[in-house]
Every structure is written in structure tokens, then in C-alpha cells.
T-cell receptor
Framework: SQQGEEDPQALSIQEGENATMNCSYK?????LQWYRQNSGRGLVHLIL?????REKHSGRLRVTLDTSKKSSSLLITASRAADTASYFC??????????????FGKGTKLSVIP | NAGVMQNPRHLVRRRGQEARLRCSPM?????VYWYRQLPEEGLKFMVY????????ESGMPKERFSAEFPKEGPSILRIQQVVRGDSAAYFC?????????????FGQGTRLTVV
């Protein structure tokens, strides 16, 4: 079953605006990661936030994590047309099979209109 | 340092044939994971391997699917007697540490089409 669920499923904004995507999950996690996927390509890691962190920045990206609400948000500021892609959150949680599960949500499809 | 290499990029198989998907991890990475992605869906975990060992295959269908990561050479995901429902993109990822403890580096995927 899906651990992370992104919201919204699709988002369309004008270039220069900020884009916010949310992710909710169900179980305790070790860390939460955000990935980006351009159409027909592999996933690219964007940022990792550990369960004991609340906020992290990387360039135009800002990620927050609220473990009490089991939710995270990804903010992309001053969006560009090149940010058009699907964005996935992935939660890392112990699987009980001797390793951590890295479980992906269904993603948010972001379209940035020039 | 080349990234994760997957081949072929596209693979077409008739129902009942075998599909072999290859993944060469990044240099120095000993952890390999395979995921399957259906159109408009997220990635579904299939299997996690270290060199010569399957660590977690909880996402792998019990029949027709197998994976290996030999001491030498790429990791192989093998699908026997393919059916139409196997059509999907299969992604391989590698990391230098155990899964979930850091970022995973993904290949470009193999798109399998079963006709």
C-alpha cells in the first residue's frame, strides 16, 4: 500500500509563482525524501529531511516535516518553466525484513506556464 | 563517475517470452533496488539486493519474477513468461548505504511493453 500520498495530484502555476506540494504518510519514519521526475526519465533526488528535523532548505526548495501530523510539504519558490515535472515524496521506514522501506507516493504533477 | 546505467531503455516482448533487465549501479555502490512504475502512478518497491544477497523481496511477485546481483556484473531483473500486465517502466536505484538511510540514485529506467 502507498505510504506517502501527495496533494494535490496536479498543480498548474505561472512562472515566478511559488508552488507548494504536500505529502501525508501513515507510519513512523526514519526520514522523508523528495524526488523529481521529468516525463519519461528516472527520478532525481532533491532533498532529504530526517525525522528529528523540522525544516530544510536547498536553493529554491524548502521542505518542512511535521511528525505529529505525519505530513511534509515541499515549497518551490520563484518557479521556472524548467521546474515542470512530477514530484514524489518517499518515506523511509523500517520494513521488518531487515531493512528500511523507501515507499513512494503517486506524485504531484507540476506545470509551470511561461 | 557514471550514473546508474540501465539497459535496454526499451524492451518489447511477446506474451510468454522472457524479459531480462540489467542495472549497473554507480561505482562504489553495493545496494541495488528495483521499482516498477505504471503510467500516472508512483514507484512500487520490488526488491532490494546487496552483492550476492537478496535483502528484501517483499514487493516481488511470487511467480515469474526473480532478481540477482552477482559478485561481478550488473544486477538482473528477470521476468519469465511475460503477460500484458507486466508492461511498465522498471527503475533501478543504487546507494552506498542501506536503503532509506540516504538518497538513492536512479537509472533512466527500462520501458517494457508486452504485446
Amino acid at each position: 500500500s502507498q505510504q506517502g500520498e501527495e496533494d494535490p495530484q496536479a498543480l498548474s502555476i505561472q512562472e515566478g509563482e511559488n508552488a507548494t506540494m504536500n505529502c501525508s504518510y501513515k507510519t513512523s519514519i526514519n526520514n522523508l525524501q523528495w524526488y523529481r521526475q521529468n516525463s519519461g526519465r528516472g527520478l532525481v533526488h532533491l532533498i532529504l529531511i530526517r525525522s528529528n528535523e523540522r525544516e530544510k532548505h536547498s536553493g529554491r526548495l524548502r521542505v518542512t516535516l511535521d511528525t505529529s501530523k505525519k505530513s511534509s510539504s515541499l515549497l518551490i519558490t520563484a518557479s521556472r518553466a524548467a521546474d515542470t515535472a512530477s514530484y514524489f515524496c518517499a518515506t523511509a521506514a523500517y520494513s521488518g525484513a531487515g531493512s528500511y522501506q523507501l515507499t513512494f507516493g503517486k506524485g504531484t504533477k507540476l506545470s509551470v506556464i511561461p | 563517475n557514471a550514473g546508474v546505467m540501465q539497459n535496454p531503455r526499451h524492451l518489447v516482448r511477446r506474451r510468454g517470452q522472457e524479459a531480462r533487465l540489467r542495472c549497473s549501479p554507480m561505482k562504489g555502490h553495493s545496494h541495488v533496488y528495483w521499482y516498477r512504475q505504471l503510467p500516472e502512478e508512483g514507484l512500487k518497491f520490488m526488491v532490494y539486493l546487496q552483492k550476492e544477497n537478496i535483502i528484501d523481496e517483499s514487493g516481488m511477485p511470487k511467480e515469474r519474477f526473480s532478481a540477482e546481483f552477482p559478485k561481478e556484473g550488473p544486477s538482473i531483473l528477470r521476468i519469465q513468461q511475460v503477460v500484458r500486465g507486466d508492461s511498465a517502466a522498471y527503475f533501478c536505484a543504487s546507494s552506498p548505504r542501506g536503503r532509506g538511510e540516504g538518497e538513492a540514485f536512479f537509472g533512466q529506467g527500462t520501458r517494457l511493453t508486452v504485446v
